[in-house]
C-alpha cells in the first residue's frame, strides 16, 4: 500500500472516496488546500472526502537498494531523470503559454485597428451627413437624400445688385448725420437706467425704434422700453437663443437646436430647421429681403424674406461661428472656428476673399464707410480692423487693444465709433479721420457684457450683462 503521491508506504494512510486512491495524509492536504482537487481523478476533492485507513504501526524498514554506494548512484540518477522529465514538461507548457499569449495580442491590436477604422468612418459619415438634408416635404415613401446645390432665384440676385448700386452711390462723401452724437457726448455716458430682466444666461441683444429685446439659453425673450424704463413683455421661443435680429414688426432668432424662427407680435409664424448642429449666427441682408444664417454644420443659408422660405445653401470647409453683410449687400462675411473670416459673394456663393484672425471668431462687424470691417476672436483682448482694398498682412489696418475679452461688437452709422463689450465692460473707440487715428472716448465698467447695441443717433448704449441687467448708457444730466 502505497501512497499516490509520494510512491512511498503511508505513516498517515487515507483514501480518497472519488478514486479510491491511498494517499499520505499530510501529502494530500497540502494538495487539496492548494489545488482542491482529486490529484488522481481531476475531480473536486475536500477534506471530507478523505478516509483515514486503520492500520498497525511498523517501523519501516530501509530499502535494500539504498545499501550501498552503486545503489545509491542509481537511486540519484532516477531522482536527475524525474526532474529533467518535469522540467522540459515545464518548457512545453510555457512555450505553449507564449502562442496563447502571442495569439490574444495579435487580436487585440486587430480589434483596436477595427475600432480607429469604424471611427474614421463614422466621423467620415457624419461629416457627410452634415452636408445633406432630407427634404421635409417629400412623400412618406422616399427615403432619398440631397445635398443643397440650389442658387439664389433671379428676382434675390436682381435685388441684391440693385441694392448695392443703390447704396454704393450715397455712401461717397456722406456726411455725418445732423444731430449725431459727438465725441465730446460719448465721453460723458453714464449709467442712466438700470433693470434686472427675468432671463437667465443672456446670448444676445437687439433694438428697434426705442425698445430692446433680450434673448437667452432658456429659449425666453424679453422686451424692454427704454423711454418708459420698463419691461413691456415676454414671450418664449422655446430653444436656447444664439442670436437676434429686430427688423420691424418681424423677429428672427437661431437657436443651438438649428433652428431659425420668425416672429410677429410675439407669435411664431416661420421656423427653418436646416442646419445639422447649432446655429450659431443671423445676419439681415440691406434690402431686407434677405436673411443668413450660419452653423457648425459648415454651411450657410440664405432665406426669402418675401416668401418665408429658404433661398440657398452653400457650403464651406469648417464650422461658422458669426457673420454679417456688407452694407452695400454685395458680399457676406462669415467667421469660422479654424480662425478665418472667408468672404463670399452674396449673389453666386463663391468664395472672394479671406483674412486670417488666429482664433475661433467671436464677433464680426461692418463699417457703413463700406472699406472696413472689424473683427475679434474668442478669448482675445483686441480688436483688428481689416480693410478691405488690401490683401494679405497689410489688410489688417489697426489692432486695437481693449484691455479684456470681446465679446460683442457695434459700429455705429456714423461710422466713428467702435462700442466693445466684453468681460471688463464696455468701451468706445473713435476713429477721427482728419487726423487718422483712433482712440478710446469711453470705458465704463458694466461687468461681464455679453452684448451691446447704439440707440438711435448714437444718443445711448444698451448692454446686457451675464446676469440679464439692461443698462442704458447715455450723457450725464445737468443738476
Known amino acids: ?85 518535469e522540467t522540459y514538461n515545464l518548457n512545453q507548457k510555457l512555450t505553449r503559454t507564449r502562442e496563447e499569449l502571442a495569439t490574444a495580442l495579435y487580436q487585440h491590436d486587430a480589434a483596436v485597428r477595427v475600432i480607429a477604422r469604424l471611427t474614421r468612418e463614422r466621423d467620415e459619415a457624419r461629416d457627410a451627413l452634415s452636408r445633406v438634408s432630407v427634404s421635409a416635404g417629400a412623400p412618406a415613401g422616399d427615403d432619398a437624400m440631397a445635398v443643397d446645390s440650389e442658387g439664389l432665384s433671379a428676382e434675390l440676385v436682381a435685388k441684391v445688385d440693385e441694392t448695392q448700386a443703390r447704396l454704393s452711390k450715397s455712401r461717397k462723401k456722406r456726411p455725418v448725420p445732423e444731430g449725431w452724437a459727438t465725441p465730446d457726448d460719448i465721453s460723458t455716458y453714464a449709467v442712466a437706467n438700470s433693470n434686472s430682466l ?94 443668413a444664417s450660419v452653423g457648425v454644420d459648415k454651411s450657410f443659408v440664405f432665406y426669402d424674406l418675401s416668401n418665408l422660405q429658404r433661398a440657398t445653401r452653400v457650403y464651406t470647409n469648417a464650422a461658422l461661428t458669426t457673420c454679417a453683410f456688407h452694407p452695400d449687400g454685395h ?20 468664395e472672394a476673399a479671406a483674412f486670417p484672425l488666429g482664433a475661433p ?30 490683401q494679405g498682412d497689410a489688410a489688417q ?35 477721427n479721420k482728419g487726423s487718422k487715428s483712433w482712440s478710446e472716448q469711453l470705458r465704463m465698467a458694466v461687468s461681464n457684457a455679453v452684448d451691446v447695441v447704439w440707440g438711435p443717433n448714437a444718443s445711448s448704449l444698451l448692454v446686457v450683462n451675464s446676469e440679464g441687467v439692461l443698462s442704458v448708457l447715455g450723457p450725464k444730466e445737468e443738476s
Not at 433694438?207 to 422700453?225: C, D, H, K, N, R
Not at 458680399?331 to 463663391?350: P, Q, R, V, Y
Open 397 to 431: 489696418a489697426k489692432v486695437l487693444d481693449i484691455g479684456s475679452t470681446v465679446q460683442r461688437l457695434a459700429w455705429d452709422y456714423s461710422q466713428q465709433f467702435l462700442a466693445t463689450a466684453g468681460q471688463a465692460g464696455v468701451t468706445v473707440q473713435q476713429y
Open 1 to 85: 500500500m502505497l501512497c499516490a503521491l509520494s510512491g512511498e508506504a503511508p505513516q498517515e494512510p487515507v483514501v480518497s472516496k472519488l478514486s479510491g486512491s491511498v494517499f499520505e495524509k499530510r501529502l494530500i492536504e497540502k494538495y487539496i488546500e492548494e489545488n482542491g482537487k482529486d490529484p488522481v481523478s481531476g475531480e473536486d476533492l475536500t477534506l471530507d472526502d478523505l478516509l483515514p485507513i486503520k492500520s498497525s504501526r511498523v517501523v519501516r524498514p530501509r530499502p535494500p537498494t539504498l545499501t550501498s554506494i552503486p545503489a545509491l548512484l542509481s537511486t540519484f540518477q532516477n531522482e536527475w531523470d524525474a526532474l529533467a522529465l
Open 198 to 291: 427675468p432671463i437667465s444666461q443672456p446670448t444676445t441683444l437687439t433694438s428697434e425704434e426705442g425698445y430692446g429685446a433680450v434673448g437667452g439659453l432658456e429659449g425666453e425673450v424679453a422686451i424692454y422700453s427704454v423711454e418708459a424704463d420698463k419691461l413691456e413683455r415676454t414671450f418664449t421661443v422655446g430653444e436656447p437663443i444664439t442670436s437676434s435680429i429686430w427688423d420691424g414688426p418681424r423677429m428672427f432668432f437661431s437657436t443651438a437646436k438649428g433652428s431659425v424662427k420668425v416672429f410677429e407680435s410675439g407669435n411664431e409664424i416661420a421656423s427653418f430647421a436646416d442646419h445639422a448642429g447649432p446655429a450659431t449666427g443671423l445676419a439681415m441682408h440691406p434690402s431686407k429681403s434677405i436673411l
Open 361 to 390: 471668431v467671436q464677433a464680426i462687424v461692418f463699417s457703413e464707410n463700406g472699406f472696413w470691417f472689424a473683427a475679434t476672436a474668442k478669448g482675445q483682448t483686441t480688436v483688428t480692423i481689416f480693410d478691405l482694398r488690401k
Open 331 to 350: 458680399l457676406f462675411a462669415a467667421g469660422t472656428d479654424a480662425g478665418e473670416i472667408k468672404l463670399f459673394m452674396t449673389s453666386t456663393g463663391e
